[in-house]
């Protein structure tokens, strides 16, 4: 039996009340989320011994979650991760993208949906939240209406159902940009987790982390992790894209067929017994090792986050694909669903 309180949290740029979603289950295990960028707050989860602990980052304030550089636990858009140029083509049109990088455009740009304030509700024993994306938003075309929405049960399993409609063609890509660390947030680095990932190759990028175009397997690599692997043990390997990214922040193509659900990423932690699954109908997870949490706002146990603190493990469509034609598509058209669906699960073994 789930319970869903809802919570008065804070205000945002121009006054616009937010509030906190807590999602509790019989077990006394509970999900806490935010209307801004639709996000994670905390995720309370027992270990081996039963004892409840938070293993999601997230700030203790709501203002701290606008403009933050992790992306803190939200749902970016309209299209995460990297757009090289800040530009695509569709249907024979050239779109310029606003972007505040100089060679790529990132989580859809400034002011893209990790900060802005979603509509929440419960709804069905979930929590939604709803998101109306114009026309030209950051140059990107139709508009978007977009629903995200949680559900959390006894057997501690978050599941978030991603979906959108268009009314004119336009590329989107969403994902949720939680960072777990499963012996507590702000409880030190997570580099002695053990990581699985489902997944025979990864996509290649330049210096930028913007794709190449080529997909590589990761045999023989550092970027191995078909079978379990602690995070740590390769990190400072010499290997372009560790060294591009002081640490992991790549994108796997999950073995298996878009669309289907499948295992993504398996998440370990030997003390506290806690592990994550995840699982999802999309075709990539990008892994990102929080190679520059430093200098980011307080935790909510009061912590300062360090670098490696936290891992995300962000199931999307592959990054630049509306320049790549032979990566799946992230297209939609008016009449057409986006809809993805993604699950965190949650257990403990001694």
């Known amino acids: 039996m789930v319970t869903i309180e809802t919570i008065p949290w804070g205000k945002g740029p121009e006054g616009e009340e937010i509030n906190l979603y807590k999602m509790t289950n ?11 960028g639709a996000g994670i707050v905390e995720i309370n989860v027992p270990d081996k011994e039963g004892r409840i602990a938070n293993v999601a980052l997230g700030y203790a304030r709501a203002e701290d979650y606008f403009n933050d550089g992790p992306c803190m636990g939200k749902v970016p858009g309209r299209y995460a991760n990297r757009i090289a140029g800040a530009m695509f083509v569709l249907d024979g049109k050239e779109y310029r993208l606003l972007s505040d990088k100089a060679d790529f455009q990132l989580h859809g740009g400034p ?10 509700r419960v709804s069905d024993n979930g929590v ?30 978050l599941t978030l159902s991603l979906r959108a409609h268009s009314d004119a063609p336009t590329v989107i890509n969403l994902t949720n940009h939680a960072y777990f660390n499963l012996k507590g947030e702000g409880n030190g680095d997570i580099l002695d987790h053990r990581l699985t990932l489902n997944a025979s190759d990864f996509v290649v990028t330049d210096s930028n982390l913007v794709p190449t175009g080529e997909i590589a397997s990761v045999a023989g690599t550092p970027m191995d992790f078909t079978t379990p692997k602690e995070i740590g043990r390769d990190i400072a390997m010499d ?30 932690e030997r003390q506290s017994g806690r592990v994550l699954e995840v699982l999802t109908t999309q075709p990539g997870v990008q892994v990102y090792t929080g190679n520059w949490l430093d200098g980011c706002p307080k935790g909510r146990g009061g912590a300062e986050y360090h670098d490696y603190y936290g891992v995300a493990l962000e199931c999307q469509h592959l990054p630049d694909s509306p320049n790549h034609p032979d990566f799946p598509s992230t297209v939609l058209r008016p009449g057409e669903e986006f809809n993805e669906l993604i699950i965190y699960r949650f257990s403990a073994k001694g």
Do not use: H, M, Q
């Open 26 to 36: 019989g077990a006394g295990a509970s999900v806490v989320l935010s209307e801004t």
């Open 111 to 120: 002011g893209g949906y990790a900060d802005r304030i979603w509509k929440g």
């Open 128 to 157: 939604e939240f709803l998101l109306e994306d114009p026309d030209g938003k950051n140059g990107y075309p139709g508009n978007v209406e977009v629903l995200a929405r949680y559900e959390w049960d006894d057997e501690c399993r």
């Open 239 to 268: 290997f372009p894209a560790l060294k591009s990214g002081k640490g992991y922040d790549s994108c796997w193509v999950i073995d298996g067929r878009p669309g289907e659900l499948s295992l993504a990423a398996r998440l370990e």
